[in-house]
């Protein structure tokens, strides 16, 4: 399913385009899709 990657950058700028203050519900969504780097470490944003 390595076609269904998507860059996570891409998904973010995607999202942003629509809406700015999508862009943490984006990062949230994108950290529940991969559950082994569940906020190893948070990213100031």
Do not use: R, Y
């Amino acid at each position: 399913m390595k076609e269904e990657e998507i860059s996570l950058n891409d998904f973010i700028k995607v999202i942003s385009l629509h809406n700015t203050s999508s862009e943490i519900d984006a990062l949230q969504f994108l950290t529940s899709l991969n559950p082994k780097k569940n906020s190893s470490h948070k990213d100031p944003i």
